[in-house]
């Protein structure tokens, strides 16, 4: 009597080294993929960042600007006004008023200066040409901040940040006042120091600042404001 061994089937299926190698391409792609997309999530966080601190800056700039335009404003803009003499010298010529609102201070980080504004208690714009406690204001670096001092409060300088500590630090603010003297001979007939002056000035500052969560992310601003009231000295001899 036969017996017939029964034939055997080829196996078929994955093998370990199939497997294994399988595994490691998978982990490869996912690895590159990661890669990828935290180096796109990095981008655009920094990306934000770039443009909070722009942001930032330029809002600060225009507070800045806005304050800095009224600088050396005397409240009755006549006192620095210069008349020459006129109807053939019955009408005497009247010189400017010296005005104590036309100093500006620059210091390495900071800018002084002063304007007239309404009073207190009167509601009534100071036009004495006397310069109040109130009327003294400027611009300031000071733990990274910037800071901006509107008058005084219970005697002392009321400096309030107009940028944010937490979010944008200010490394650098640099201002400074470029001025220009015009001689205003033409107006009577004088020659030299004797004749009266127009003091031009424009002021060109410079902020640089670094985001507070990422070092690497910095920004500068340039931006420059001539002060509206020029300043007028002197007389016709």
């Given at each position: ?46 990306l934000m ?48 008023i010296a ?46 901040t910037l ?91």
């Amino acid at each position: 009597m036969t017996f017939l061994m029964p034939r055997r089937t080829a196996q078929r299926g994955v093998g370990l080294i199939e497997l294994m190698v399988g595994i490691t391409v998978g982990l490869i792609v996912a690895a590159g993929a990661a890669v990828v997309a935290t180096r796109q999530i990095n981008e655009h966080r920094r990306l934000m960042l770039e443009v909070q601190i722009q942001q930032d800056l330029r809002v600060a700039a225009d507070l800045l600007q806005q304050d800095l335009r009224r600088a050396g404003f005397r409240g009755l803009p006549s006192n620095g006004v210069w008349e020459p003499e006129r109807s053939g010298g019955k009408i005497a010529a009247k010189p400017a008023i010296a005005s104590p609102y036309a100093e500006l201070t620059q210091g390495s980080k900071e800018l002084l200066y002063r304007y007239a504004r309404i009073q207190p208690g009167s509601n009534a714009m100071n036009e004495s040409n006397v310069l109040a406690n109130n009327e003294q204001f400027g611009i300031r670096l000071s733990n990274k901040t910037l800071y901006l001092q509107l008058g005084m409060a219970n005697g002392q300088p009321n400096w309030q940040p107009i940028t944010d500590p937490d979010m944008v630090e200010i490394e650098d603010f640099v201002p400074v006042v470029e001025t220009q003297e015009i001689s205003l001979a033409d107006l009577c007939d004088c020659t030299g120091s004797a004749c009266p002056t127009l003091t031009v000035r424009r002021v060109d500052f410079t902020i640089q600042a670094v985001a507070k969560s990422d070092s690497k992310v910095k920004r500068t601003l340039k931006v420059s404001e001539k002060v509206r009231a020029d300043d007028i000295s002197g007389a016709c001899p």
